[in-house]
């Protein structure tokens, strides 16, 4: 397991929360698989997933941000787009070398601490701003992530 899932920060907006927790779950898979040795096809579908999930993890809290009309949104959009492109280089590594201790290390090493320092930075900002700008919205935002 690279993180257990209560060591996660949680942040004032349930929503956020709980796609923290999705991807944390899946994380942990594609984490435990490379650990493992799993089968390749198996880590090629975990990869997908965690990249999926990854894009759906963004894109929630971006369209959020851009509903509530964040005042930071350039900032924490710029620092999505780094990630996804990391991410993806990270793939694409690993489709060629099939190193899954490379992987792992990018996981262990980078991944792990970003998106904990992530969630107690810019998340926790991002979710004060939400949970305080949707109450006097007129329209209903999924909280369900």
Known sequence: MLIEPKSLPEVSYEGMNNVHRNEI?????????????EPEEKINKLLKNFEEDLEKHFSYEEDLMRRTGFFAYECHFEEHNRVRKEVKEFINRWKKN???????????????????EHVLTMDTVTAQWISTVINGLPFQINQKG
């Open 25 to 37: 779950q899946i994380l942990n898979q594609l984490y435990d698989a490379l650990k493992t040795n």
């Open 98 to 116: 099939k190193n899954n201790k490379l992987l792992a290390e990018y996981l262990e090493e980078t991944f792990k601490n970003w998106i904990v």
